[in-house]
């Protein structure tokens, strides 16, 4: 990790071309990540090339709120390279295929690094000429009155987040819209501390052009599967309430396929052991609170998640699409320390 650090700001400051060769033999090591991006012995140079200039471009700017040869974060230098750089090339070159915007869908659970990787990607997209735009699930949440509604029709529904709180017709709307170019566009906005954290819409963004969308969340591009999976669970879907309402929700998300139906290609952001959000989410409550600002307890945190587990069992309807490279292009493995791990794309046979 440090060589690569040390090579890419040498790169950066020197503009030595001669680190391509050490790059490449590199980058063609993994064979796994070097296919999911289309890269062969072949072209290695070329795009290695390509990432390193790019990677210049970058250098003058501020990345991610922090110039970019300034970054400490132990992380950063390999996931800007083995993952930023060449997505961002990927969507470029997708882009430029297309005779109207791309969309990306990724799908990540809480703490895998969605938020991160939309930035990321948007920097570096504004960089190589494209203009792009984020719209999250979340986005696109039924109104508190709405929800509020739900729940007194069917109080399973204490929470937002599970299939059934969102406007799927809003989503279908925004999303035709934005892939027909029909801009300039309301995007959306959920304020999620509106009503004590119950949240609410807020003002729109107003989007004047579009090439490149990012659509993320927690259940993007996730399928409905045999209710026969609930006859044996996986915890804490624990009792027969647990299971009506998994079966509930899984039948709920019927209706999400044409939304899923809008993405060119879907990402999933896929960490090693599941329970992992849990740990994420409680380290982030407590950072938090050390700064002084609000935060739930680790009970609460506990059963926080677990209601998203209820819902839609990571085991059941995340697991499938790490296995089904049709449903999902490409797949990133997120580590204990939230590294990015291995690296793989439906490019592989």
Sequence with gaps: MDDLKSQLIQAIETLDDTLSSWLQQRELQNDRRAKAFGIISETVGESIDRRLQLLRKLADTEFVGMPLKDRSNAHFWPTLWDLWL?????????RRQLDRPFVQGILGGQGTGKTTLAAALTRILNRLGFTVVSVSIDDLYKTHEERQQLKREDPRFVRRGPPGTHDIALGLEVLDRLRQSQTPLEIPRFDK????????????????KADIVLFEGWFVGARPVDEAAFDNPPPPIATSEDQNFACHCNRLLRDYLPLWERLD?????????????????LQAEHDAIAQGKDGMSDAEIFEFVEYFWKALHPQLFVDPLFHDRSRAQLVVKIEADRSIGEISGSVET
Excluded: F, I, N
């Design 193 to 208: 501390s509106a009503y004590g954290g119950d949240g609410d819409r807020s003002t729109p963004e107003v989007v004047e």
């Design 265 to 281: 290609r879907l990402m999933v952001l896929y960490p090693v052991d599941y329970h992992l959000s849990q740990q994420w989410r």
């Design 86 to 94: 060449p997505l961002a090339l990927q969507l470029a070159e997708e």
